[in-house]
């Protein structure tokens, strides 16, 4: 059990006087008061500030010769109130943050210390964070279409239930399965009337993701996120080839919004012949909450293929979720094609929920 002392007539001036909390301000000492968590020494701090603060602010005044009284200090207090509250909140964050470092896929994090509930979806931009170790998370598409014209060719597409299982195995680290349990397409050639159909399993794609920081505390995450899509297709809804590539998605803490960034490179079979070309893309997503749990949010998407003569995909996303309880989210959107190489359309629906 770690302890936290602090002498009973000290007192700790926040960030707000620029001070940080490796380097607290003491008035003085006395008797010693003991701790055995951080949780407690935060709870005393919080009920003592405001006499403490007066006097400090009364001591201060007297000093430079002013005569004190009790309003002159008022303006002070919320800003000492304010700063208090952010140092106590980053003192806790990051006593979590090394608290959850034991824990792994068979001894899983507890409640009280779980992150809020991220996912890599509905969004093409892949999150930064992980799943907390010794957790399951299931994301998922109920259903998806998509449309596509081009050249006299109208194809559409249907999944349902496409997902992501996850699995938190230790604080950092996470592996993944995503499945296309169903796909089914019709393919119309506009010149001729022909008309094709096909329907089947898709492919299943292994990854794993890494938070390389940001995970628990900072104002800004990492992480790596390779992968391997292996051909399980069924009746050609698939193109039978080994696929793979790497994923870098970035977060930064705004207040009151959702900001990330992913870029993206994928080795592909080639169109025409045997041969595997680069692909990369990049995407950044902002969102922000509209309604108490209902939040809206918007994407560009932007993927350049190495390929001779393949045009380059454009799409802008919209979406929103609802939080319906800490560990389940919905949501509902469409990606938007702007380029001809793109998609139309494709509207979706689905959810996130973490067990």
Known sequence: MSYFELHERSFLVTKCFGLSRNHP???????????KSLSELCVRL???????ASAWVARGLKRSNEVFHPSKAAWMLPCLASG????????EAEQAAAEKWGFNLF???????????????????DSPYTVDAGHFQLEMDVANYSRSAREGVL??????????LKAGV???????????PFIAERIENRSTGVVMHRSGMGDVTPRFKVNFWGNDTGSTALALLPFVKLPANQNGVGNNSVEGGVKLPFAVKVPGWDVALMSEYDLNRDQAGQGHHLEIANSVSVGHKVYKRLSLYGEFYGRVSMEQDAGWI?????????QLTPNLRLDGGAYIGVTRAANDLQPFMGLTWRF
């Open 170 to 180: 230790l604080n950092r680290l996470d592996l993944q399965l995503v499945i296309e």
């Open 155 to 164: 194809t559409e597409r249907y999944q349902a239930a496409p997902m992501n």
């Open 25 to 35: 301000f003491v008035i003085s000492s006395g008797p010693m008061w003991r701790f």
């Open 84 to 91: 208090f509250s952010g140092f106590a909140a980053e003192m």
């Open 314 to 322: 454009g799409t802008v996303d919209t979406w929103l979720t609802w």
């Open 107 to 125: 001894r899983p994090t507890p409640a009280r210390l779980l992150r809020e509930l991220s996912a890599d979806r509905p969004d093409k931009t």
């Open 46 to 52: 919080k009920s003592d500030w405001r006499r403490r």
